[in-house]
Structures are given as structure tokens and as C-alpha cells.
């Protein structure tokens, strides 16, 4: 037979005793097995169970070698593994050594059956060694990654008008409100103006005519006005020309009329195109509007405004809500209070012309707050900010048919001189109207910061007597001085 048929006769006996591995974990039990020591099957007929071959298997792990030793025989197989793209093995080189002479070519097949399977066992198992070893070496990276932990900056939200936190978050970017509030004598104490819960945040007062002074409330919140405010009164161009900075909603009760050489309310509100609600012409299905006779005065002193309403009737007016970011003035705060000059004011009189009256303010050490009882009631504000215009005095001729001329004070909204007060403290300062908002510097140009709180507007006249006096006790001390 030649030593092809013979290899072939190998072959396919090694095929036919071949098992069937059912599953990985079988096969590497098995593998396992043959490892560490493996008995091939002798045929005692022809070895007469004398020639029984023992063969042990062993890996040497540094020199990365399959060793099969028979110690009876000396027979020994030496495998080199060598790694296919597969991950298999084969043995680069099977070496035999037999003193036995005597046997036969049946046992040499057997021999070499038993061996061939000794070695592919052999390279199964060092196969899933390695391949064991590679899974380890290669573990997969956790898929779930710890979170990313990041601080994001902490948003105050502040009112715009005050600086004050605690804001509604829904008024955030909402147009304010300013309602006009007489203050004749007979209209004092205004219903609202000490509203502990939802004061104003800014009050103007400037002269209007025949000397009196009339007041422009403004809310940032709509939603949150006083149950009732007021007496409300009619317009006025000076004051709808300063709601205009702050890209207010105007609320009034009437207005003045053009005629000569007056320009009125009716036609800056035309000119400006300006959103307002006026309760001579409003149809007030809601109740927005009435009049308060609790108080023994005339019926131009008790109309009043009910706060709770005006969200309502500005949604049924289907005003723009969302503030123009461009016409809306963002006064400067500090984040903590502090003195805003160093000269001390703790007694401040202010004049808004020669025709008028002096609104006197007293700074209180307790609340940090001053305090005005002009008003016949306590009225406070955290700051100060007095602003001196060129006004002018404008006559209306025949004013209601009466044959006599009424006269307006006329503001020209030109900018100029003022000072701020707050914290027991005053400094002066300069403002413009700059793109159609209000801005406040120091005597160096610098913006001006306020205090966190209310704001008292006094509106004076450059031109016409406006003034003030700070009547504190330190600037009398140094008075005496000198």
C-alpha cells in the first residue's frame, strides 16, 4: 500500500470515531480533559497486553509547545502551535522515537490515530485557551457611563423695575403698566399707594397745571396690581412720553385734547401709536373701572381701578404682551445694597417748580427705607431719583367753553442734571434719553447702579424753580462749619 493510501486509511478512520460536539461548554470539558492526560486504545492482540502505551500531555506555557510523552515507548510529539487568521491551531512538527522494533504496521496506525487525535485535541484546548486569554485581556467597556455632572449657572429672577427677587416667573419679558393717579389734596391718601403686598414699583410725580403735581404708577406685573388703586385721572403728553421709555401699556381715566397751539394727550396717543386703555371710551363689560364714594369729595376725586381686572382687559384689548427689549429701560442694580454717594442725606425736600408744593422724605435707620407722610398716609421708597427738565407753560384758550385759558406744564423730555438718593446717602447724577430709553450716569460717565427696591421719581424743572434741599443733619453740622 502506498504511503498516500495509507495517510487516507488515517484519515478517515480519525473521521468516523469522531464525536459530535453538542455545545461549547461540552467541548471544552473535554478538552480539558485530554490536556492533562490522555490513554490511547491498545489492541492487546497484537501487544498481547504487554505493549499498552501511556501518553501524557502536557502545554509548556513558555515556550508556548504541546509535549506528548510516552514514558514506556519514548515516544514523544512536540506541537509548535501556530496561529491561523481563524484562531486555530496546527503542529508545525511531530517527532517519534520507538525502541519497539517489534511492532506491528497494524499498532503503528493505531499509534499514530491516537497521536493525531492527541494533537488536534490538544490544539482544540489550546485554542480556547487562548481565545479565553484574548476575551480577558479584551473586555468590553462598560456601555452605561456615568453621568456628567455639570453646574449651570444660577438664574435670579429679579423684577425689572426694582431689581427684587421673588418675581412672578410668568411676568418674565411682559410689558409693565403705568396708570395715571391724581394728587390733589382732596384725592389723598391715594387707594393703593401703601399697599404693603403689591406697591408700585416706580411712582413719577410731576407738575401737570395751577401748580398741582399728578403721579404716573408703574407696574412691571400686571397680574399683580392692588385690589384698587387710585383716584385715576386723565393724561397727560409729558407722562405718556415717559411711559414710552419703558414700553408701558397706558391706563388713564380721560385725557386732554389738542386746540391751538396745544398738542393734547389724544394725539400723542395717535402719533405714538400708543397701546392705552382710557375709561371715557372704554366699554367696560368686565368691571375694570368704578367709583369709590366711601369719602366725602367731589365724583372727580373717587374713580378707581380694580386691579384684579386689568389682565383680563388687556387680553380683550389683544395688546401686544411681550415687551420690547429696544424700548424698555433695564435701570442697574447692586446685588447687595449700598450707599450710592458719600455725602450723607437723611432729610430731603423736593421742589417740581416754583408754582409748586415740596414733597419732604426722611431716611429711616430701621427699615433702610425713606418715608414721605405728604401723601396723609406712610408712603416709602428705597430710592430717590430726582430729574431735572426744561419744561414750558402752555395756555389753552376758552379750556371747556369757560372763556378762560387753562396752563399745562410741557416737560421736553431733554435730559440734564439730578441727583439719586439712597441708603441715607446722595450723589449727583446726569440722564438722557438715548435711542428711546432712559439712562443714568455719575458725574464721571459711569452708569449708575440702584438699590434693590422702589423708586420715588421726583420730574423737576431746570428752568422753572425746580430744586432740592438736603436738609441732614451732617450737611448742617458742616454749614455751621465753615
Not at 166 to 179: F, H, L, M, Q
Request: charged share 25%; glycine share 8%; with cysteine.
Amino acid at each position: 500500500m502506498s504511503k498516500q493510501n495509507e495517510i487516507d486509511d488515517i484519515l478517515n478512520e480519525l473521521r468516523s470515531k469522531k464525536e459530535p460536539q453538542s455545545n461549547q461548554k461540552k467541548a471544552e470539558r473535554k478538552a480539558d480533559d485530554f490536556f492533562y492526560s490522555f490513554t490511547p486504545p491498545v489492541d492487546k492482540a497484537t501487544s498481547g497486553g504487554k505493549n499498552e502505551q501511556v501518553f501524557n500531555i502536557n502545554f509548556d506555557h513558555e515556550n508556548k509547545q504541546h509535549r506528548v510523552e510516552n514514558n514506556n515507548s519514548g515516544f514523544k510529539i512536540i506541537s509548535d502551535p501556530v496561529v491561523k487568521k481563524d484562531d486555530s491551531f496546527y503542529p508545525n512538527e511531530i517527532y517519534t522515537d520507538s525502541s519497539n522494533s517489534q511492532s506491528t504496521k497494524d499498532g503503528k496506525k493505531k499509534i499514530i490515530i491516537a497521536v493525531v487525535a492527541v494533537v488536534l485535541v490538544a490544539a482544540i484546548a489550546a485554542g480556547v485557551f487562548f481565545a479565553l486569554s484574548k476575551n480577558k485581556e479584551k473586555e468590553p467597556e462598560p456601555t452605561t457611563k456615568a453621568p456628567v455632572t455639570t453646574t449651570q449657572p444660577v438664574v435670579k429672577i429679579v423684577n425689572p423695575l426694582t431689581g427684587e427677587a421673588d418675581y412672578n416667573e410668568s411676568a418674565i419679558g411682559k410689558r409693565p403698566v403705568a396708570c395715571v393717579v391724581e394728587n390733589a389734596y382732596a384725592a389723598r391718601p391715594q387707594w393703593g399707594i401703601d399697599d404693603s403686598k403689591n406697591a408700585a414699583d416706580i411712582i413719577l410725580e410731576g407738575e401737570v397745571e395751577g401748580g398741582e403735581t399728578r403721579m404716573l404708577w408703574f407696574y412691571a406685573d400686571y397680574t399683580a396690581l392692588p385690589s384698587q388703586i387710585g383716584p385715576m385721572r386723565s393724561a397727560r403728553p409729558p407722562y405718556i412720553k415717559f411711559s414710552e421709555l419703558f414700553d408701558s401699556i397706558f391706563i388713564h381715566w380721560g385725557q386732554s385734547s389738542s386746540r391751538g397751539g396745544y398738542i393734547g394727550a389724544d394725539s400723542v396717543f395717535k402719533n405714538d401709536n400708543v397701546d392705552h386703555i382710557n375709561q371715557m371710551t372704554y366699554s367696560d363689560g368686565i368691571g375694570l373701572f368704578g367709583r369709590d364714594k366711601s369719602r366725602a369729595v367731589s365724583s372727580e376725586h373717587t374713580g378707581v381701578l380694580y386691579g384684579d381686572k386689568l389682565a383680563k382687559a388687556i387680553e380683550k384689548a389683544e395688546f401686544r404682551t411681550d415687551a420690547d427689549k429696544n424700548k424698555y429701560t433695564q435701570f442697574s442694580f447692586n446685588e447687595k445694597e449700598k450707599p450710592v454717594g458719600t455725602s450723607a442725606c437723611t432729610e430731603l425736600g423736593f421742589t417740581f417748580s416754583s408754582r409748586t408744593k415740596t414733597r419732604d422724605w426722611t431716611y429711616s435707620e430701621t427699615d433702610k427705607m425713606y418715608h414721605c407722610n405728604d401723601y396723609l398716609t406712610d408712603v416709602s421708597r428705597k430710592n430717590l431719583l430726582m430729574l431735572y427738565d426744561e419744561t414750558a407753560y402752555i395756555a389753552k384758550n376758552n379750556y371747556k367753553g369757560s372763556g378762560r385759558a387753562e396752563i399745562y406744564c410741557d416737560y421736553k423730555l431733554s435730559g440734564g442734571k439730578g441727583k439719586l438718593a439712597s441708603l441715607g446717602t446722595i450723589t449727583e447724577i446726569t440722564w438722557t434719553v438715548e435711542n428711546g430709553l432712559l439712562v443714568i450716569k455719575d458725574s464721571n460717565g459711569k452708569k449708575v447702579n440702584l438699590n434693590p427696591g422702589t423708586t420715588w421719581i421726583g420730574y423737576g424743572s431746570s428752568n422753572n424753580g425746580g430744586t432740592d434741599k438736603n436738609t441732614s443733619q451732617t450737611e448742617s453740622t458742616s454749614k455751621n462749619e465753615q
